[in-house]
């Protein structure tokens, strides 16, 4: 296993040794990988002297010298080999070293004894072949050897010493002049020799430092992907939490919605309707709560689908001068909503819940001054733009404002101010859209949140106008309706409140219990309002299912859940049954049910 040029042998080391260690064992390690092609190159050289100096100096010494090489060479192929069969430790490198510093301390020496047994004094054909054979032999180890410098100085001292000496002994110029060229090249060979270790040593030490630098690098990626995982796990933890904490408390809060206004419906005092009041008032504050974990839970599981359409922006102006206009008055603010001609090319409904939720905030946070509201063209795109003269965010707070429950100058989280749920929702309406959303503000002096959408085609443009819903009890009266839901105080409260609405009234609390109950009439029911969460692991979507089987045919369905689970979002989106989530509002429960009792296209 290699990580660039490192071998296997470096890679454990590199947890328990020091970087000097690690890089005499690369040394080392390359000049052991160098012993084939260097020593058969030397062998090679051998040859080629004893055949140009066979004949010219007596046999017995040159075959001894060759034999004496030879038998270094099956040392040299020994160690090589029980090398890279250890593949030792960096911190076992130097041992290594030392046989291999001996070996070519000896190898030298053979190599120096041939300036002296083949040397030839009255051949100086015969003396410049032996000369250039030697310094070429040197000149190589120069190339080569410096990789570990103990083993090149032991290696080339020994082989130019003898030479030099030899040839000066001759004693005339020319001899001398060789003599001397084989001093500088000895020198030259040292400096040189010293020079490349050095940049070999670098080489390596800089590998190695890449090497640590990835492996930081690795574990600070790990480290992050840990991070991260353990975030998407927290955030899975919490939705889990929320969804299951969202259906439980939404059951009661459901079936208290339903007995407050059957409740409202039948008292008549003023009085008795205050506090009937204040309790819807309360029920609402919740709903609101719940509404917004929905809108999360949605947003998470990607279950909300957008539907872009070219429309007239004043449209939701309008809306959001008929929505906060008398909020504003209350606080007694200045609320400023431009005209608007421009056409913009989103989704109305998603578009008008960001804008609705920033004007909220600027109104929540302005004590005094006011609020503006418009538009402006910019290019092919129209920026919207929220002024306000309110508290401001400190900078440091900016990026904090759009998490789930983070709210400025709420300590004592009074729900007058809001959940801290409103950019959240934002920010993940925006991200769905492909909007960009940006916001300049100054502490105490207010702030300014700038939405730029594309422009839209005016002859495309077509109004967005909300359902008309049908408020009618007409629609409702004699019509049979099951319910089933596995709450008793649920099916008591929509037992109540449909029987008050003139409805004939079926209420089982399992699938069973609606099959064994529908046996005994003979009318099919008109309509099927079942919960999604059933006893015995079934759902709604079964209940609704087998109901329809029994029949033969289709039967206008609700499902009501409290569950906001992204995966029960989804399966529920899927079933193509209405949907609705607790705790239901009455009149929206009534106006869907006109709805789908009522002859008329299919509700969307």
Known sequence: MRLGNVTKMALPASRDSSRTDLIRSEQISTLYKQTPVTYAALVVVALFLMIGTWGQRPALPMIAWLSALCMLGVVRFTLFFRYRQAQPLAADAKRW?????????INGCIWGLAGIVMYVPDSPSQ????????????????????????????????ILVPIVLRTALEGDTPHLIIAALGIVLLVVSLVFGRNLSRVFADSLNRRYENIDLIERLTE???FAERSQHEAEAANRAKSQFLAAASHDLRQPLHALGLFTATLGEKVSGQSERSIVGNINASIESLEGLFDALLDISKLDAGIIQTAVQDFPLQTLFDQVQTEFGAQAAEKGLRFKVSLSSAVVRSDPILLGRVLANLVSNAIRYTQKGGVVVGARRSGGQIRIEIWDSGSGIPEEYRDKVFEEFYQLGNPERDRKKGLGLGLAIVRRLLDLLAVNLEFRSEADRGSVFKITVPCGETASARRFQPGASASALDALRGKFVVVVDDERAVRDGMQALLGQWGCQVLSVGSIDEAIQALAKRSDAPELVLADYRLRGNTTGIDAIRIIQARYGKKIASVLITGDTAPDRLRETRDSGYQLL?????PAKLRALMSHLLQPGPPLA
């Open 97 to 105: 070293g030392n046989y291999i510093v001996i070996a070519s301390a």
């Open 127 to 158: 003396q410049a072949m032996l000369t250039v054979a030697l310094y070429a032999v040197a000149a190589g180890a120069t190339t080569l050897s410096p990789v570990y410098l103990p083993s090149f100085h032991a290696f080339i001292v020994p």
């Open 581 to 585: 989530h607790k705790p239901v509002r």
């Open 220 to 222: 600070q990626k790990a």
